[in-house]
């Protein structure tokens, strides 16, 4: 366990979505488990003018809806006496001042603060502005740390705008930017995968990897969120951090230690090293779609009739629209290791199943004894079930020589492990002063390089979009993509390719 220094936390944007459902209740399940050091104070700000006692009772009010099964008294105390508020309303020109006079009082709070930045992407660089103005980022006697959500900028050059902005007042190891999927543990089992077992490393490269498959596939739709979806897309939303970061974890080269900065060093390299898509054969290379009405399975595993996409955005005024809400592309790496090895990301809304997996496809084996022999296949599943699957060939007992795929299936979370939300770990991370699990700017740049002329080409593309129903598997089309004609899409059960 990693020595924390006592901090304090000052939480913009206390009050909205994420903080109730994730931050607060992290923060709780934190202090419950003795992680939180015992001189540490959170300071929520918002715009509202609420009291101290009025913003417990809603703490308490967000505890009670995550935890319904209820919670520790004692825990509960602890953990309220820690939480303060102060109210920053825009209009008054002396608000961060006057939060600077409340921080300032170092009996109720530490000196070392982490700011953590859970605001509209448009307030980041004008919250760091401020808190420079009144000199509460100066680390001449304590470290000061700033926590960026996503996401960092909506394009390259908005990514550097913001990088300039707020490197005006912070250094690099004071910029926390994040991907909370870097914080699943699922994610982190990855590189334990590769360089803690000995059987998987000789094996990782292009001599007998044929392809590999990042997939993240949801049975939701946009919902409520048409505006903001229909500004961002699936490349944007989910590619652009989550896939890319994951696909560098998958690709990387061996850090030479476990420190933040060996590690971040090998995803820089590897998200660097990534060929950019040929935008005069884009249509080989990647693939966009929008979903129509369909069926899909519901959370209570019902089947729901659903709209399309086109029709949800209809309804809020948005009377056309290319945004994809599938995005599939063809990625290279261009190293020793990887050099010809295609890398199939995909995302989707409304498929037919729900989930997050990398797909491993290996080469035909020496030995082929029939047309229907499988190759191996390795499946890292993220989520729902975290689990490692491997599939080999068998004989199938008898007088004949014959194989069939045995699936070696080992689920990665017993029955006893402790379930930890990814904001949890990363919180954690932000006042221990770890960033490993956080994006370094030149990430964050080698991501919008890849995206960008992408979302720039279809954007500019306002031919109608391909439609796939709600409900159903990946458009036949996308195949349009795929290096070779044997291979499919992977599902998380399923091994035989596209069912269409
Ligand atoms: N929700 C998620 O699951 C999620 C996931 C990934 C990333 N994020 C990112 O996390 C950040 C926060 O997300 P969220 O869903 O919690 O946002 P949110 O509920 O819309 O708002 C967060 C806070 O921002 C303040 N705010 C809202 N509208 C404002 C306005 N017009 N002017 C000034 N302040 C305003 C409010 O605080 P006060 O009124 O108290 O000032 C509110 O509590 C965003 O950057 C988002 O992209 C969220």
Not at 99 to 125: G, H
Not at 341 to 369: C, D, W
Request: hydrophobic share 40%; net charge negative.
């Amino acid at each position: 366990m990693k020595k924390i220094d006592p901090c304090t936390l000052v939480l913009f944007g206390a009050s909205g979505n994420l903080s109730r459902v994730k931050l607060m209740p992290g923060l709780f399940r934190l202090d419950a488990a003795g992680r939180l050091p015992e001189h540490m104070a959170i300071l929520s700000v918002g715009r509202g003018d609420v009291s101290r006692e009025a913003w417990q009772a809603d703490i308490k009010a967000m505890l009670d809806t995550k935890f319904k099964k209820g919670y520790d008294q004692k825990d509960f105390e602890r953990f309220i006496n820690r939480n303060h508020y102060h109210a920053n309303p825009p209009t008054d020109p002396d608000a961060f001042k006057k939060m600077q006079e409340k921080l300032a009082d170092a009996s109720i709070f530490p000196q070392n603060l982490a700011y953590f930045l859970s605001v509209r992407p448009t307030d980041f660089s004008p919250i760091v502005e401020q808190l420079s103005g009144v000199g509460l980022l100066d680390e001449s006697q304590y470290w000061r740390r700033v926590l960026i959500e996503k996401p960092f900028g909506t394009d390259l050059e908005s990514a550097q705008a913001l990088q300039a902005a707020i490197t005006k007042h912070l250094k690099e190891s004071q910029i926390y930017r994040i991907d909370h999927y870097l914080g699943k543990s699922a994610l982190q089992n990855i590189m334990l995968t590769r360089f803690a077992n000995t059987m998987f490393e000789p094996i990782w490269n292009n001599q007998y990897i044929d392809h590999v498959q990042i997939t993240n596939n949801e049975t939701l739709g946009v919902g409520d969120r048409t505006q903001f979806y229909d500004t961002t897309g699936a490349l944007r939303d989910m590619a652009q951090s989550h896939l890319l970061q994951t696909l560098a974890l998958v690709a990387m080269e061996k850090p030479k230690d476990l420190s933040p900065d060996s590690i971040r060093a090998e995803k820089i390299k590897l998200l660097q090293s990534i060929e950019p898509i040929p935008l005069t054969d884009l249509k080989h290379n990647a693939f966009r779609a929008q979903y129509a009405a369909g069926r899909v399975c519901a959370a209570d595993g019902h089947g729901e009739n659903v709209q399309g996409y086109l029709e949800e955005l209809a309804k809020d005024g948005i009377t056309a629209s290319v945004t994809e809400t599938y995005a599939a592309m063809k990625l290279f790496i261009n190293n020793p290791r990887w050099k010809g090895v295609p890398f199939y990301v995909r995302t989707a809304k409304r498929m037919h199943e729900g989930n997050t997996a990398i797909s491993i496809r290996f080469k035909k084996a020496p030995m082929q004894l029939s047309a229907e022999q499988h190759q191996n296949w390795l499946i890292l599943n993220i989520q729902p079930h975290e689990c490692l699957k491997m599939e080999v060939e068998s004989k199938i007992p008898g007088l004949d020589i014959a194989t069939r795929t045995m699936a070696i299936d080992m689920p990665q979370r017993l029955a006893s492990d402790e379930s930890i939300d990814s904001y949890e770990s990363l919180l954690l991370n932000l006042m221990e002063g770890d960033p490993s699990l956080y994006l370094h700017i030149s990430e964050v740049e080698a991501q919008w390089r890849l995206i960008d002329p992408i979302v720039k080409a279809w954007a500019a593309d306002l031919s109608t979009v391909h439609q796939y129903v709600a409900g159903s598997h990946d458009p036949k089309e996308s195949g349009v993509i795929f290096e070779s004609e044997d291979q499919f899409w992977r599902y998380s059960i399923e091994l035989g390719g596209d069912k269409h």
